[in-house]
Structures are given as structure tokens and as C-alpha cells.
């Protein structure tokens, strides 16, 4: 009797199952893959706390960042004066200043990389859809942005037009959202032959509507992952400009500045460099971690 019910419960067991994970969206489905994902999650949680502790910390300590103590100059790390990371050859507090470098470079990275993308998800999109003459031209410019040399035209801009945040945004961007159209370009030539765009077109729905309403939505997924991968190039980009001088002046700093200046007294003070750069690594490691497992929830070959 009872292996006759349990025989009967088991199919209607099943076919409930089957009809939950049916009813899911796609983003449900990949959400609970990422967080069954512990690395991206543990990585989650590390950029979380770097995030807070840049944004919040400074204004939780007692030094400020450009503040000089010239009775700690070159101190190693320490807990007199609150001195966690030691200080610089200007008594200046390095804990402080790797916060506020952190702030500047993930600032930067995040700016950079909204701005990127919109550009690049727009162009992609409008060149892939309306596809003939308007996509050749669109992505020979894309080519030819590629043969520009990228440091010669950012020492041309920094020269001309000197060293700030906005410059240095400005700079990266124009020089990172071609990697990102070039992909969405090629999702949306998939896309543009789908029956629901058919039947939009059908209808009488205008170009603009049907990129904006059907195209861009579907290319969410390709867009958040992609992204992930445009973050750590973008800060590690503000980090090579940094310490080659063409970054934000002093006496703000970046990643990118603490580095250059801890490598001319590595042998004195290594802990000048030492801090900047774990912070800066243990960043793009975990954006890194974050965009595999955003990869990995994004796979159709895993559903």
C-alpha cells in the first residue's frame, strides 16, 4: 500500500519540480548558480569590505591623508601614532593614503567602466542591428581607434590638458568601450534574426524601440559578465598611467601612485609599496573571481 502511493506521489513529485524550475527566469537561475559559486562569493564579500573601508575609513581615522608627521618620517608599521602601515619619507600616514588611493582607483574604474560600457553597449548595438553601410562605418572607426597608439595620445592629453580625475577618466574611456562594442555587435547580429524581433518589425515598432526594448535587454547577461572583465584592465590601466606620472597630481594619490613612489625607496622602506600593491592585487583578484562565476551562472551549456 504503501510503495503504491509513494509510486504515485514520486511522478507528480517530479513534474512539480520540473514545472519550479521552468517557472524560474533566467536571472533566478543564474543567481542561485552564483552563489552556490564559493570562490565569487568569498570575493564578494572581500571587494565589499575594500569598497567600505576606502570609502569609509579615512574619515574614521585620526590622520588625514595628506597631513604630515615630521616626528614619524619613514616609520614601519606600527601602533604609535596610529601608524597601522607605517608612513612616508613626509610623515604622512599610509594607511590613510592606500584608502584614499583605493577611493581614487576603484572611483576611476567604476566611472570608467559605466561609461565604457554604455558607449560600447550603444554603438555595438545600433551598428549590429542596422547592419550594411551604417555597421561598416561604424566599426571601421572602431578599427581605426585600435591602430591609435594609446599611451602617445594619453601623454598628448595629459600635456595639453594636465592631470586630474575627470581627465584621467576621460582618458581611459576613450580608449576601453571598443572591446565591449565589438561583443555586443556580434550578440546583436544573433539577435536581430529572432522571431519576436520579426514580429516587432511586423507591427510597426521603430528601430530605436525594438534596440532599446528587445535588443539591449537580451544582452544583459553577455554585458554584466564582460564588464566584470573591463573593471580590473581599467584599474590596472589608471594604475600603469599613475605610475608612469600621467595620473591624478598630488597631494591626492591612487594604487597606481603609491606604488611608483614605494618601488624608489623599495630597499628602505618596503612597506611603501608592499601595502598599495596587496590591496591593488587582492582587488583584481576578486573582480576577477566575480566575473568567472558570472560566467559560469551566465552559460546556457549549464542549464
Same mark, same amino acid.
Given at each position: 500500500?504503501?510503495?503504491?502511493?509513494?509510486?504515485?506521489?514520486?511522478?507528480?513529485?517530479?513534474?512539480?519540480?520540473?514545472?519550479?524550475?521552468?517557472?524560474?527566469?533566467?536571472?533566478?537561475?543564474?543567481?542561485?548558480?552564483?552563489?552556490?559559486?564559493?570562490?565569487?562569493?568569498?570575493?564578494?564579500?572581500?571587494?565589499?569590505?575594500?569598497?567600505?573601508?576606502?570609502?569609509?575609513?579615512?574619515?574614521?581615522?585620526?590622520?588625514?591623508?595628506?597631513?604630515?608627521?615630521?616626528?614619524?618620517?619613514?616609520?614601519?608599521?606600527?601602533?604609535?601614532?596610529?601608524?597601522?602601515?607605517?608612513?612616508?619619507?613626509?610623515?604622512?600616514?599610509?594607511?590613510?593614503?592606500?584608502?584614499?588611493?583605493?577611493?581614487?582607483? $576603484? %572611483? !576611476?574604474?567604476?566611472?570608467? &567602466?559605466?561609461?565604457? #560600457?554604455?558607449?560600447?553597449?550603444?554603438?555595438?548595438? =545600433?551598428?549590429? /542591428?542596422?547592419?550594411?553601410?551604417?555597421?561598416?562605418?561604424?566599426?571601421?572607426?572602431?578599427?581605426?581607434?585600435?591602430?591609435?597608439?594609446?599611451?602617445?595620445?594619453?601623454?598628448?592629453?595629459?600635456?595639453?590638458?594636465?592631470?586630474?580625475?575627470?581627465?584621467?577618466?576621460?582618458?581611459?574611456?576613450?580608449?576601453?568601450?571598443?572591446?565591449?562594442?565589438?561583443?555586443?555587435?556580434?550578440?546583436?547580429?544573433?539577435?536581430?534574426?529572432?522571431?519576436?524581433?520579426?514580429?516587432?518589425?511586423?507591427?510597426?515598432?521603430?528601430?530605436?524601440?525594438?534596440?532599446?526594448?528587445?535588443?539591449?535587454?537580451?544582452? $544583459? %547577461? !553577455?554585458?554584466?559578465?564582460? &564588464?566584470?572583465?573591463? #573593471?580590473?584592465?581599467?584599474?590596472?590601466?589608471?594604475? =600603469?598611467?599613475? /605610475?608612469?606620472?600621467?595620473?591624478?597630481?598630488?597631494?591626492?594619490?591612487?594604487?597606481?601612485?603609491?606604488?611608483?613612489?614605494?618601488?624608489?625607496?623599495?630597499?628602505?622602506?618596503?612597506?611603501?609599496?608592499?601595502?598599495?600593491?596587496?590591496?591593488?592585487?587582492?582587488?583584481?583578484?576578486?573582480?576577477?573571481?566575480?566575473?568567472?562565476?558570472?560566467?559560469?551562472?551566465?552559460?546556457?551549456?549549464?542549464?
Amino acid at each position: 500500500m504503501l510503495r503504491t502511493q509513494r509510486d504515485s506521489i514520486a511522478p507528480l513529485a517530479a513534474a512539480l519540480s520540473a514545472a519550479s524550475v521552468a517557472a524560474r527566469s533566467p536571472w533566478q537561475d543564474a543567481g542561485r548558480r552564483f552563489l552556490r559559486n564559493r570562490a565569487a562569493i568569498v570575493s564578494t564579500v572581500l571587494l565589499v569590505l575594500i569598497v567600505i573601508a576606502c570609502v569609509v575609513g579615512p574619515w574614521l581615522l585620526p590622520n588625514a591623508f595628506d597631513a604630515t608627521d615630521w616626528s614619524a618620517t619613514s616609520t614601519p608599521p606600527t601602533l604609535a601614532g596610529m601608524h597601522l602601515f607605517g608612513t612616508d619619507e613626509l610623515g604622512r600616514d599610509l594607511l590613510v593614503r592606500t584608502l584614499i588611493g583605493g577611493r581614487v582607483s $576603484l %572611483g !576611476i574604474g567604476a566611472v570608467a &567602466t559605466l561609461t565604457s #560600457v554604455l558607449l560600447g553597449v550603444f554603438w555595438g548595438a =545600433v551598428a549590429g /542591428f542596422v547592419g550594411g553601410r551604417v555597421d561598416n562605418a561604424m566599426m571601421r572607426i572602431v578599427d581605426m581607434m585600435y591602430a591609435v597608439p594609446y599611451l602617445l595620445i594619453a601623454i598628448l592629453m595629459v600635456t595639453l590638458l594636465g592631470r586630474d580625475f575627470g581627465l584621467v577618466v576621460l582618458t581611459i574611456t576613450a580608449f576601453s568601450w571598443m572591446d565591449m562594442a565589438r561583443v555586443v555587435r556580434g550578440q546583436t547580429l544573433a539577435i536581430r534574426s529572432k522571431e519576436y524581433i520579426e514580429a516587432a518589425r511586423s507591427i510597426g515598432v521603430s528601430t530605436p524601440a525594438i534596440i532599446a526594448r528587445h535588443v539591449v535587454p537580451n544582452l $544583459l %547577461g !553577455i554585458v554584466v559578465i564582460y &564588464t566584470t572583465v573591463t #573593471v580590473p584592465n581599467v584599474i590596472l590601466t589608471e594604475s =600603469v598611467l599613475s /605610475f608612469l606620472g600621467l595620473g591624478v597630481q598630488e597631494p591626492m594619490t591612487s594604487w597606481g601612485v603609491l606604488i611608483q613612489d614605494g618601488t624608489g625607496v623599495m630597499e628602505a622602506s618596503p612597506w611603501l609599496m608592499l601595502f598599495p600593491a596587496a590591496l591593488l592585487s587582492i582587488a583584481l583578484y576578486c573582480i576577477n573571481f566575480i566575473g568567472d562565476g558570472l560566467r559560469d551562472a551566465f552559460d546556457p551549456k549549464d542549464r
